[in-house]
């Protein structure tokens, strides 16, 4: 299904996986499971033999979401809402949603009241990450999440099964390291849209069978040209619609660093090797970079953002902006001013879900990035 994919394939079920994923479930007769993000342990759900899907929205019309949460609620939870209600109702068989700010809160309370006959579970990850409490938290939920699922599938789940699935998903995310380095070397030789789009499908499909398209890809991988690139890091927690890496790729715009969910922060991903595997799955957790400071160091984002600019010597930061989202409209006032007195170059992309011209998106990126050329 997903084991011998091309670049432009990968783009094309990237922008829709679900067709897909309705295919390969009918013809593994396995369960689906929707997570939202962040930091569900997909290696739980898959040591279940069921596939974990990350949703991220969908840009078709709001119908019913708009009833259930307010306008100005965060654009990317009323998409996965909408998503679920009204265009994949019967593709999933149960759902593990995170809460992560109070958006998602409140979007757990409503989805299991209105996504009706399926299997919900919250995933209750601490956002006060620096106590030593929080450690002993992670791991009596991922625990919990397991018993769940078995509760669920009415099975019990083997440890020889976890650790197949950690050595898959250490795999995917070490593959699609080495092709994202590459890239960031020889930006010529891929796109950011290419690059972005393999790591948001490995969130979306069989790791398993999509390692081996990945392996495909990277072995096919030729040396290419620097001149003519601006290196700049992309920052914020998703960067949505893709056509937005088309934009950068227009104006020869190179990410050579992020910190996003579909990007670098799910790649740190790695589960290192240990006869505990929960303790494992629990340290893995605190190994990743932040999600938001709301609960933590306030400073965490700016001195992650700096680390990777002076690192990859970049030119410049764009920083996108989902509408509404809880977390980065508390973060980003603070974070413009303190990056911008570090005298780094800094562009901010405003979007939502259901953004359906980004004629404006481009004008202005090109106006900033015709504004620091020989930076």
């Known amino acids: ?18 067709p897909s994923i309705r295919a390969w479930k009918k013809e593994k007769r396995k369960k689906v499971i929707g997570t939202t993000f962040a930091d569900v342990p997909e290696e739980i759900i898959e040591a279940f033999g069921m596939l974990p899907v990350t949703l991220m929205g969908t840009h078709k019309p709001l119908k019913k979401a ?17 998503l679920v209600l009204s265009y994949e109702t019967d593709l999933f068989d149960g759902f593990v949603l995170p809460q992560v700010c109070d958006t998602t809160q409140h979007l757990s309370d409503i989805w299991r009241i209105n996504v009706k006959n399926t299997y919900f579970e919250s995933y209750l990850a601490p956002r006060q990450t620096d106590r030593e409490s929080a450690k002993y938290w992670v791991r009596r939920e991922i625990e919990r999440l397991k018993d769940s699922l078995s509760d669920f ?9 976890l650790e197949r699935a950690i050595e898959v998903d250490n795999e995917n995310k070490r593959l699609l390291k080495e092709i994202y380095r590459f890239k960031s070397e020889n930006p010529s030789s891929l796109t950011n849209r290419e690059v972005f789009s393999m790591i948001k499908l490995s969130q979306q499909v069989d790791k398993t069978e999509f390692n081996e398209s990945l392996k495909k890809i990277k072995e096919k991988l030729r040396s290419g040209t620097r001149e003519g690139y601006t290196d700049v890091i992309l920052a914020g927690i998703t960067c949505d619609p893709l056509e937005i890496y088309d934009l950068l790729d227009e104006i020869k715009l190179n990410v050579v660093g992020d910190n996003l969910l579909i990007g670098s922060r799910y790649l740190q991903g790695e589960v290192d090797p240990g006869e505990d595997l929960f303790e494992k799955l629990m340290e893995r957790h605190f190994k990743r970079g932040f999600f938001s400071p709301i609960h933590g160091n306030v400073f965490a984002e700016f001195e992650e953002i700096k680390r990777l600019y002076k690192e990859n010597n970049a030119k410049a930061v764009i920083y996108v902006h989902i509408e509404f ?3 980065q ?22 979007t939502e879900y259901q953004t359906t011209s980004l004629s404006h998106i481009r004008t202005r990126l090109q106006a900033f990035f015709e504004s620091i050329k020989g930076i």
């Open 329 to 350: 409209e508390y973060d980003l006032p603070d974070l413009k001013k303190m990056v911008r007195d570090e005298g780094i170059p800094m562009h901010v992309i405003e």
């Open 1 to 18: 299904m997903w084991e011998n994919m091309s670049l432009e394939e990968i783009k094309r079920c990237a922008d829709d996986p679900f």
């Open 66 to 82: 708009q009833a259930l949460l307010p306008d100005n609620a965060c654009s990317l939870a009323r998409s996965n809402l909408e």
């Open 325 to 327: 989202c809880e977390s």
């Open 153 to 161: 599938s009415g099975i019990k789940m083997k440890e020889e099964n």
